[in-house]
């Protein structure tokens, strides 16, 4: 694992071996504690042929109130090389009241290489009560996935106002998290989707969630009343997958 460049606010926090293995274990960090208006940050990671690596996050990306019209930008993306293994599982994003967001999350893949990642946004500080859920300005949210340059995955959440914030609230039907998976590798068995369905099935009435897949592409859906329901959820999907994926079971990611 080699930083070759950074400046803040992201952090090199070094990496680990979690699974006591050649998979790398990286946390991203954001030494300012989230977004303010006008902030542009970028992580652009290269996995080399063959490589194996998890990337986490520190804690939560928060996006802060704008005063102004000034929004604010994140940017993460993976290039993932042949026979390479990429897992990504980051905490949730809360945008505050009156925050205005901009960001994109985006893997370019080979068609060798594999891939779990999860998405998980919530509808704002949800503890501090009603002004504070679906209370940001606005937020466009795009998560995609491209094999061999074709775009397979594209998730695309847009809320230019009140409207479409409303509108948001109606959509994930009272639930205040939205979480969302991909998953893909060469030759992936076609019973795969059904066993995961029935997983998701399994969650229990706190959380709706679906799954399909799609020329060895697996999405999967998550809305749930609680953060850690979302993220429960999420680990049910990979505890699911990972054998498949990455050759062995899931586990708890352990965080310093």
Not at 47 to 66: E, I, Q, V
Not at 94 to 110: E, G, K, N, Q, Y
Not at 196 to 221: D, F
Request: net charge negative; hydrophobic share 45%.
């Amino acid at each position: 694992m080699d930083p070759i460049a950074r400046r803040v606010p992201y952090q090199w926090q070094g990496f680990g071996f979690q699974d006591y293995d050649d998979q790398a274990f990286v946390l991203l960090h954001n030494s300012g504690g989230g977004f303010v208006e006008g902030d542009a940050a970028e992580v652009h990671v290269v996995a080399d042929p063959g490589t194996c690596s998890l990337f986490t996050t520190t804690g939560a990306a928060r996006f802060y109130k704008c005063e102004a019209a000034e929004t604010s930008h994140d940017l993460v993306s993976f290039s993932v090389g042949e026979d390479a293994l990429l897992e990504y599982l980051p905490d949730e994003v809360i945008p505050f009241a009156r925050s205005r967001v901009d960001r994109v999350t985006r893997f370019a893949l080979h068609e060798s290489s594999r891939l779990f990642a999860s998405d998980v946004i919530s509808a704002g500080r949800v503890r501090y009560g009603p002004g504070e859920i679906f209370a940001f300005a606005s937020m466009r949210s795009q998560f995609e996935v491209r094999i061999g340059g074709r775009l397979v995955v594209l998730d695309r959440l847009l809320a230019r106002g009140p409207e479409d914030t409303a509108a948001l609230a109606l959509l994930w039907g009272g639930r205040m998290h939205l979480a969302t998976v991909a998953a893909h590798a060469p030759r992936l068995p076609a019973s795969l989707a059904e066993r995961l369905q029935e997983r998701c099935e399994t969650l229990g009435s706190h959380c709706e969630a679906g799954a399909t897949m799609v020329n060895g592409v697996i999405v999967a859906r998550i809305l749930a009343e609680e953060v850690w329901q979302a993220h429960e959820a999420v680990y049910a999907i990979w505890e699911t997958l990972r054998p498949e994926i990455a050759g062995k079971a899931a586990r708890r990611i352990r965080k310093p």
